[in-house]
């Protein structure tokens, strides 16, 4: 069966790490981005199956780049994984047409979960924040 292709959005070099460790058996990581804006260049250029991306980015937010990529690539699934568990972060990103909402202190036991999940055409909502949802 095909991998998955991934891009990965995040600010910090050291969540990125971890994503790709977590990541590197079940997935193609196409490219790592620092920022909103780069991940958008990086989506143009690859056309991932998934985008696993942040809320708080420099340059453009991860909110502010999920609207963007809604039109940009449709197809598209888009992940947050993310420290936010405020209901107002988790529906705004649910209104960009996310598949799924992780908080990054779950993150080891849920990812290649929710990326099933997100895959097979549902969503994936990190059961800490579910009933609020």
Do not use: W
């Not at 977590?22 to 193609?28: A, Q």
């Not at 958008?40 to 609207?67: C, E, F, K, W, Y």
């Not at 449709?74 to 992780?102: C, E, H, N, W």
């Not at 202190?105 to 999940?117: K, R, V, Y």
Request: hydrophobic share 45%; proline share 5%.
């Amino acid at each position: 069966m095909k991998k998955p292709t991934v891009i990965l959005a995040d600010d910090h070099t050291l969540v990125l790490e971890g994503f790709r460790r977590l990541l590197e058996t079940h997935c193609d990581l196409l490219a790592t981005v620092g920022d909103g804006q780069a991940l958008l260049h990086a989506v143009t250029q690859h056309r991932p199956d998934i985008v696993i991306l942040d809320i708080s980015m420099p340059v453009m937010n991860g909110i502010d780049a999920a609207r963007a990529l809604r039109a940009q690539s449709p197809s598209t699934k888009l992940v947050f994984v993310t420290m936010p568990a405020d209901p107002a972060y988790i529906r705004a990103a649910f209104q960009t047409g996310a598949s799924g909402y992780i908080l990054k202190q779950s993150l080891g036991d849920e990812l290649t979960q929710a990326l099933q999940t997100v895959l097979r055409g549902h969503t994936y909502v990190t059961p800490l924040i579910a009933k609020d949802v």
